[in-house]
């Protein structure tokens, strides 16, 4: 069964650092997300993607975030400068259409020391 | 911003017991989908519910969704020690975003042996 893939499972970085979350959605999907959850927290929108340019994104997807898809497969989320509280899990997801059902990634854990 | 409250938070329960929880909102949406979440994973989508009214059913899971689209249960028959987990309900509502899910806080099932 198709599924959606993240990488790194876990990333540790260095407050300032630069981060590339990685994923790869299901393939015949057209519309991606991420979003993030905070231990013990909600899971929380950051922004979708459609037809390489964003649809809609949320007040925390401030100037420091960003999304490519910088090829057919890949779908990448880059923080440029991380900040204490970017540590949380950030799911990739995907969809056939719009506000259709999202399929989620396994998740890639980020904590910033 | 539109608010889902799942209730109970937390449930811990015996092998072979039957629960329900409930998924409520003040606002309509166009469609409801719950999730069920193990630790350190992402959401795995169980089920989407459309229409008013609407029941689906999972193996033993039941899904239900309001006559007036505002709220949702989830019922569990006869649980096993495999149904634990933290299950979310996570909404597009009726009027702005078609991108956005918007997710509970979830309800923290433990089914004892």
């Known amino acids: 069964e198709p599924e959606v893939t993240q990488t790194p499972s876990h990333q540790v970085t260095q407050m300032g650092q630069e981060v590339i979350l990685r994923c790869v959605p299901i393939?015949?999907?057209?519309?991606f997300y991420w979003y993030r959850q905070i231990l013990g927290q909600k899971v929380e929108f950051l922004v979708s993607f459609y037809n390489n340019e964003i649809s809609e994104k949320s007040e925390i997807f401030d100037d420091q975030f960003s999304v490519e898809r910088p090829d057919g497969s890949n779908f990448t989320l880059k923080i440029r400068s991380t900040k204490l509280e970017d540590s949380a899990m950030y799911f990739c997801?995907?969809?056939?259409?719009?506000?259709?059902?999202?399929?989620f990634g396994p998740g890639t854990r980020l904590t910033v020391t | 911003t539109q608010l889902l409250e799942q209730s109970p938070q937390f449930l811990s329960i015996q092998e072979g017991e039957n629960l329900t929880v409930y998924c409520n909102s003040s606002?309509?949406?166009?469609?409801l989908q719950w999730y069920r979440q193990e630790p350190g994973e992402g959401p795995v989508l169980l089920v989407t519910?459309?229409?008013?009214?609407e029941v689906k059913k999972l193996k033993r899971l039941t899904f239900q969704f309001g006559d007036a689209r505002k709220d949702s249960s989830l019922h569990i028959t006869a649980a096993q020690p495999g149904d634990t987990g933290l299950y979310l309900c996570a909404a597009y509502p009726t009027e702005g975003s078609n991108y956005k899910l918007t997710f509970g806080k979830g309800t923290l099932l433990t089914v004892n042996p």
């Open positions: 997801a995907s969809s056939t259409g719009n506000a259709g059902e999202q399929y």
């Open positions: 393939s015949n999907h057209l519309y």
């Open positions: 519910v459309v229409t008013g009214g």
């Open positions: 606002s309509v949406f166009s469609s």
